[in-house]
């Protein structure tokens, strides 16, 4: 387990629902998928990559939402720059992205 925090530094967490509207398997990683998701008018759409292509068909992600971080400062992956991160659940074996109801709108504050 990691250390104990404040909730001063948990707040700092900028957690938002997204819609993935694309997703793809980048030809120079054999680890990552990258996304394109829409976070809202607030937002808008964002590249995120995740660490899932063994766990997760790429193609299953299109059309869902997801629960992302995306006040994480941009880092560069690859070839490419995420600008955020998914949320996933799983230990070593297995890797399950937070998925949220439909109906709840894109962008929208997890608390």
Request: net charge neutral; hydrophobic share 45%; proline share 5%.
């Amino acid at each position: 387990m990691k250390p104990t925090i404040e909730y001063a530094d948990f707040e700092k967490l900028e957690l938002r629902v997204g819609k993935v509207l694309e997703a793809s398997e980048p030809v120079w990683s054999n680890k990552l998928i990258e996304m394109k998701v829409d976070f809202g008018p607030e937002i808008g759409p964002r590249t995120i990559f995740a660490g899932i292509r063994k766990f997760v068909q790429f193609s299953d992600l299109i059309g869902k939402k997801y629960v992302f971080i995306v006040n994480l400062a941009e880092r560069k992956l690859g070839e490419g720059t995420s600008q955020g991160m998914m949320l996933v659940a799983g230990d070593n074996n297995n890797h399950f992205p937070l998925r949220v109801d439909d109906a709840i709108a894109e962008g929208a504050a997890i608390r």
